[in-house]
């Protein structure tokens, strides 16, 4: 399976868009990047994930570069319930998930 | 060093047939334990977490079941399953600290409601 590599944690004003960025360079063709979230005391939370394409939702939007070999989780306006633990996680649909150190966001008022 | 059992692996059930799925933990004590599903092509749902001994919280409103009869023991269930309850049934735990570095996952368990 591939790794990732994110930042330890990062700060972000509320309002402000948060860029979670990270790092896959060994990422293979049938592998998909994931990323979730865990809130304290809480079980991880889907986000979004992609293959190729960048893609949108309600939470977030997931930038894929065109080599794959990383990926920016943006969340728009950030708040301060959006406080937590991101994972990126690079995995084919049927493997077992792994949840790395991940990035502490803090988000501050 | 902890690991974690699921069990069975693979699982064929008709429609309106019972379920019983197991998770147990060894080499920890007290871990808050997780049941997630994870339909083909979807992302990882969780379904309940628990964080202690007969204490389980259900994050989506379904016709399945979990129940923690041992600390280190977790069981989803279902009286009657549905043709939507196929999909790969993940049990993790964590040592209850949010900074705790890595969720643990069992290997699963596919169903697939026939």
């Known amino acids: 399976d591939a790794k990732t590599t994110q930042p330890t944690s990062m700060d972000c004003a509320e309002g402000r868009a948060a860029n979670l960025p990270c790092n896959h360079s060994?990422?293979?063709?049938?592998?998909?990047v994931y990323w979730y979230r865990q809130i304290h005391s809480q079980g991880p939370q889907y986000i979004i994930h992609?293959?190729?394409n960048n893609e949108t939702n309600e939470m977030a939007s997931l930038i894929i570069t065109e080599d794959r070999k990383s990926s920016t989780l943006i969340l728009p306006h950030a708040t301060l319930r959006d406080t937590a633990v991101y994972y990126c996680?690079?995995?084919?649909?049927?493997?077992?998930?792994?949840f790395g150190t991940g990035t502490r966001l803090q988000v501050f008022p | 060093s902890q690991t974690i059992h699921q069990w069975p692996a693979t699982l064929v059930q008709p429609v309106g047939s019972p379920l019983s799925l197991e998770c147990t933990v060894e080499?920890?004590?007290?871990?808050?334990l997780y049941w997630y599903r994870q339909a083909a092509g979807r992302g990882l749902q969780l379904l309940f977490y628990s964080v202690g001994i007969g204490q389980i919280s259900s994050e989506v409103p379904q016709n399945l079941s979990a129940s923690r009869p041992q600390d280190r023991q977790f069981i989803l269930s279902s009286k009657k399953l549905l043709l939507s309850d196929s999909g790969f049934y993940l049990c993790?735990?964590?040592?209850?600290?949010?900074?705790?570095?890595?969720?643990?996952f069992g290997p699963g368990t596919r169903l697939l409601v026939l």
């Open positions: 993790a735990w964590t040592s209850g600290n949010m900074y705790q570095e890595t969720q643990y």
């Open positions: 996680i690079v995995i084919r649909n049927t493997d077992k998930l792994i």
């Open positions: 080499g920890t004590s007290n871990p808050n």
């Open positions: 992609g293959l190729k």
């Open positions: 060994t990422i293979s063709g049938n592998e998909y």
